[in-house]
């Protein structure tokens, strides 16, 4: 997902009987659905969890604008043009709401751009890959947000009231995002010989990434059992994967085009499909760094981010000249 | 590396509807009529009709919170930022 | 081509060809406010270039739409200003540029919107609106740009002594130019000499000016490569539908 492999306390789960009052009463009002709110006591760990989280599901965002961005100046036709360029600045978006949450927890956003420049934080798995034809316009909006919506529509529930608030105002938005990757496939499936080709390539690339996006199977995890106690994970890994998978199955055979798993079946007995793990070794490579397009994505960030700081210090430069001579005719 | 980050600000705005202004959210920007610049692109984009108003974050007293989650529409103008602008066939299930 | 096709391709190609210069900075701005900000005003332009170039196809009134202008037109047959397809070079660049372009479109759309052709008039209408904040957003950053640092202070003069024989040109008239263009003039240098003071910037004493864009007979070398760029898929695949 936009967040993956967040570690929390790694110290297991503790009973109710096991907390201290101040504790116990914090995790009674997780489990009574109450919001937590920047300034109510919370546990160190919660806090630390969170700021990794929401920071990493921020830095997905922006990285995010990349791959997309990297068609904006070569979408085909004015509206393409306008409707790309709407979604990647939608990200943008995405990413200062989500930092501004991050700061209610007692971080500033230059602190979390820089952990990310220097890369001790990560971003998503997905956005190290490469966007090698229009296609992949298509196929980023219909199963890169189709498989973060899945996660981020339960995340609306999160305990943390700026999270949650965040999460509402993105998930508002990102409806527009599947929907208009579908369409393109739609376009191209139904397009050109050409184009169908391009969207079946497509297809082919992003369907190991999407899957792995859930991240791998959590189901001994202390990291995720600690984070679904605290109501800042909502589900766990397999089961998103599923759903998704059983989503996404039907929209491929309708757009006429083949998922790259000979394995995928329906199960009846389970009433979900069952499909080909991705190949979690690429997953790690790509974790560590080593993703197709890793390299090229962390000098675009460092390098705007280089680029820009004489327009930041600029314009607070200026700011500071107009708040004091405003104080001196006072 | 910048030398100070530009500060926080709080946004509220109120609609074309009346109600009062209501807290939507916050940004950066290094003065006030920034704020409220940065907050027509970021928070309304550029709906016409809306107040803004910028406060900055370090000035906000608060009692603990309480409050609950909101929405604000963005502009009406960009059709394609509607999920209802994209035609799925219904054969295709939800989107 | 009749006058008025050309008049409507010049407006549209503006919007076109800076338009595509401003998205080009999604996702690497400077901080992510001015991210959101350049979108829109890309967004804006894209949106102009629409109905500008869909009136241009409904005055020529043959099977070319408003992409086909867009995407099927080669260098020699745009419009455009040569400011406009100027590269963004740095920030600096990018944001004197469009306080220029900005300072002149904001008066020729108050011209246009007088216009008795219902149409162009309509256009400008819905344009003004957005320009004049285009404008306002750009006035401000110049003026904060150029008072903020020594640094960028001295980008913010590089950029306007770079850009200026580019200004000129926005001022010259001729028979296919809906209104006369040079009446704009004194309104524009009024403003700038303003927001120049306010930014601390001096302006250029050269009344040189580089000409050829909006007439199409000679364009610089930055927008064929824009174009390369741009129309790359529909040229590639010119049976698609996209």
């Not at chain 1, 995720?224 to 766990?236: E, R, T, V």
């Not at chain 1, 793990?277 to 560590?288: A, C, G, I, T, Y």
């Not at chain 2, 959210?25 to 003065?31: I, N, Q």
């Not at chain 3, 904060?144 to 008239?173: C, I, K």
């Amino acid at each position: 997902m936009y967040a993956q492999m967040v570690k929390s306390t790694g110290q297991g789960v503790k009973s109710l009987d096991e907390m201290d009052p101040q504790e116990r009463a914090f995790q009674e009002r997780i489990n009574a659905g109450d919001k937590i709110e920047p300034k109510d006591w919370m546990p160190a760990g919660y806090r630390k969890t969170l700021i990794r989280q929401i920071g990493q599901h921020a830095h997905s965002e922006i990285v995010g604008q990349l791959p997309e961005g990297n068609w904006i100046t070569r979408a085909p036709t004015l509206e393409r043009k306008a409707i790309l360029l709407a979604k990647v600045q939608d990200e943008a978006g995405h990413g200062l709401y989500l930092y501004c949450a991050a700061e209610t927890l007692g971080v500033t956003r230059d602190e979390l751009t820089e952990m990310l420049l220097d890369g001790r934080m990560k971003y998503s798995s997905i956005f190290n890959y490469p966007t090698l034809t229009w296609a992949d316009m298509g196929a980023v909006g219909w199963l890169v947000d189709g498989a973060a919506i899945m996660n981020q529509v339960p995340l609306q529930r999160t305990s943390y009231g700026p999270y949650a608030r965040a999460m509402v105002r993105i998930c508002k938005e990102e409806s527009f995002h599947q929907r208009q990757g579908f369409d393109i496939m739609m376009k191209m499936a139904n397009g050109t010989t050409a184009q169908k080709r391009m969207a079946q390539d497509a297809l082919n690339r992003f369907w190991g990434p999407s899957l792995m996006m859930f991240g791998p199977s959590d189901g001994d995890s202390v990291h995720s059992a600690q984070s679904m106690a605290w109501k800042i994970k909502m589900n766990g890994n397999d089961e998103l994967r599923q759903l998704f998978v059983d989503q996404t199955a039907p929209q491929a055979e309708y757009l006429g085009l083949t998922i790259p798993d000979e394995t995928l079946n329906w199960n009846d007995e389970k009433g979900g499909y069952d499909f080909a793990q991705p190949d979690w070794d690429e997953f790690f490579d790509v974790l560590k760094g080593n993703g197709p397009e890793a390299a090229n994505r962390m000098e675009a960030r460092n390098k705007a981010w280089d680029d820009g700081a004489w327009v930041r210090d600029g314009m607070m430069a200026h700011a500071d000249k107009k708040r004091a001579a405003k104080l001196a005719a006072e | 590396m910048t030398k100070q980050e530009w500060p926080l600000w709080e946004i509220f705005i109120r609609g074309a509807h009346g109600l009062s202004h209501r807290h939507v959210g916050s940004l950066h920007a290094p003065d006030a009529e920034m704020a409220i610049k940065n907050a027509r692109d970021v928070y309304t984009r550029r709906k016409e009709g809306v107040s803004i108003w910028a406060v900055e974050s370090s000035a906000i007293v608060a009692s603990s919170p309480e409050d609950k989650g909101h929405l604000y529409d963005p502009a009406d103008d960009k059709v394609y930022r509607h999920p209802t602008f994209f035609d799925i066939p219904d054969d295709v299930g939800a989107m | 081509m009749s006058n008025l096709f050309e008049f409507a391709c010049r407006m549209g190609d503006n919007s076109l060809v800076l338009g595509h210069r401003v998205s080009e900075w999604c996702g690497v701005a400077p901080v992510l406010e001015e991210d959101i900000a350049l979108a829109n005003i890309a967004l804006d332009l894209i949106g102009q270039t629409q109905l500008w170039l869909g009136l241009a196809a409904e005055i020529e009134g043959s099977d070319r739409d408003a992409d086909a202008l867009a995407f099927r037109r080669d260098v020699w047959d745009f419009r455009n200003l040569l400011l406009v397809e100027q590269p963004n070079r740095d920030f600096g660049h990018t944001m004197m540029r469009q306080f220029l372009f900005d300072a002149w479109h904001f008066e020729m759309l108050g011209a246009l919107k007088g216009s008795d052709h219902t149409q162009i008039s309509a256009i400008a209408e819905k344009s003004l609106k957005e320009v004049t904040y285009h404008l306002e957003r750009s006035t401000d950053t110049v003026i904060a740009l150029g008072d903020g640092t020594e640094e960028s202070h001295n980008r913010m003069q590089n950029a306007l002594d770079r850009l200026w024989p580019y200004v000129g040109e926005m001022f010259l008239n001729d028979d296919c130019d809906h209104i006369d263009t040079s009446s704009l003039r004194p309104a524009f240098d009024a403003r700038l000499a303003d927001v120049l003071g306010q930014a601390t910037l001096v302006q250029p004493d050269s009344t040189f000016t580089h000409k050829g864009g909006k007439t199409g007979a000679r364009h610089t070398e930055a927008l064929g490569h824009m174009l390369a760029v741009m129309q790359s898929l529909p040229r590639a695949y010119p049976d698609a539908k996209w």
